[in-house]
Structure formats: C-alpha cells, structure tokens
C-alpha cells in the first residue's frame, strides 16, 4: 500500500512539473508580445530574482516546519518561539536586502 501512495505521488509530481514546463513555454511567446521587449525584459528580471531568493532561503522554511514539529510534541516552547523568530528575521533580511538592490539599482 506504501508502495502504491509513492509510485502516485512521484507520477502526480512529474505531471506538474511537465504541465508548469509546458505552459511556461507555450505562453513565453504570448507575454513576449502583450508585454513588449524591454518591459518582458523586466518581467524575466523580476522572476530571476525570485529564483536567487528561493535559492537563498536555503530550506529554511522545510527545516522550520520539521523542527516546529518536533519541539512542539517535545513541548518546547521557548525553543519553538526562538526558532520562528530567528527564521523569520532571516528570511525578512533576505527580502529587504534584495528589495534594496532593486530599489537602489543605477538609472540608466
């Protein structure tokens, strides 16, 4: 039965990633011609920088869930709010630091 929940959940994952794959290709021309050139060019920008952002956060928001777990059921509250914060804070550097260097890039 464990078998069966994986084999499902792994073709249920691939599905996904084939149709975001193929509707991302198939709109690509679509936006590039509603949005014109330089502003697709600053739509392509933007999701770059979300990407960089997703790589920075490093797991910190799967190692949070994980830990909230654990040191909920260990009854761990004073450890449980240290975490949340610290995670909390870092990811809202992060974002503040990549809000910064957007905002304060050179004009042309």
Request: glycine share 8%; net charge positive; no cysteine.
């Amino acid at each position: 039965m464990q078998s069966l929940y994986l084999i499902r959940n792994a073709l249920s994952n691939t599905a996904r990633v084939l149709v975001t794959g193929v509707l991302g290709f198939a709109m690509t021309p679509i936006v590039y011609h509603r949005l014109g050139n330089e502003n697709y060019a600053i739509f392509i920008f933007a999701l770059s920088v979300v990407a960089i952002a997703e790589t920075f956060e490093a797991g910190l928001s799967s190692a949070l869930v994980r830990y909230v777990s654990k040191l909920a059921a260990q009854g761990q509250k004073e450890s449980l709010h240290r975490l949340a914060s610290t995670v909390y804070f870092v990811l809202a550097g992060l974002g503040v630091l990549g809000s910064a260097i957007i905002f304060f890039q050179p004009n042309r």
